[in-house]
T-cell receptor, first 118, second 113 residues
């Protein structure tokens, strides 16, 4: 148990559906991340929130919409996805990215949501 | 050029042997380096962090960093079947807004009993 909890663990959705992934961390961290992991490909950084502000959007299509209401919660809203969006979506958190420590912050992952788009 | 490169493997080692994993990175401004272990169907688990040139040991794991050559390695001594997993190298490097954490594709290790 890493202190980062993701729900749901598995999700099957149609291309016209709207769904949301949820991530909650109990580590007192101030930075949260969404990563996408597809088969045989490196982890792809999607979004970074640092002290509730989005600091990274890695050219992610608009059908993925993140929301960070506070430092403990992160959502990924999904709509009109494509079958190629099927992947493992991982949430991670770390200490806030500020000051001299920002380069040394360790990130901890949740269990992931296995998403299948049909 | 990929930001972080690893040999995909699979790397097969007999039980009790040393497994050696290598990782190279492209951005000389990279500041910190991490190794994650990922079992099949599970999420990545942080096992080592290293920030300065040289070796860092933690139990059976040793991380080695050489910033001049832009590589970081992980040695697993006395390999056990439970070490069979994919090992991900991660590098925190400068990005437009801050320091982003980039991952290699991972090296799959199989420890033969």
């Amino acid at each position: 148990e890493t202190g980062v909890t993701q729900t749901p663990r598995h999700l099957v959705m149609g291309m016209t559906n709207k769904k949301s992934l949820k991530c909650e961390q109990h580590l007192g961290h101030n930075a949260m991340y969404w990563y996408k992991q597809s088969a045989k490909k490196p982890l792809e950084l999607m979004f970074v929130y640092n002290f509730k502000e989005q600091t990274e959007n890695n050219s992610v299509p608009s059908r993925f919409s993140p929301e960070c209401p506070n430092s403990s919660h992160l959502f990924l809203h999904l709509h009109t996805l494509q079958p190629e969006d099927s992947a493992l979506y991982l949430c991670a958190s770390s200490q806030g990215l500020q000051g001299a420590r920002r380069t040394r912050t360790e990130a901890f992952f949740g269990q992931g949501t296995r998403l299948t788009v049909v | 050029q990929k930001e972080v490169e690893q040999n995909s493997g699979p790397l097969s080692v007999p039980e009790g042997a040393i497994a050696s994993l290598n990782c190279t990175y492209s951005d000389r401004g990279s500041q910190s380096f991490f190794w994650y272990r990922q079992y099949s169907g599970k999420s990545p688990e942080l096992i080592m962090s290293i920030y300065s040139n040289g070796d860092k040991e933690d139990g059976r794991f040793t991380a080695q960093l050489n910033k001049a050559s832009q590589y970081v390695s992980l040695l697993i001594r006395d390999s056990q079947p439970s070490d069979s997993a994919t090992y991900l190298c991660a590098v925190r490097r400068p990005s437009s807004n801050d320091y982003k954490l980039s991952f290699g594709a991972g090296t799959t290790v199989t420890v033969r009993a």
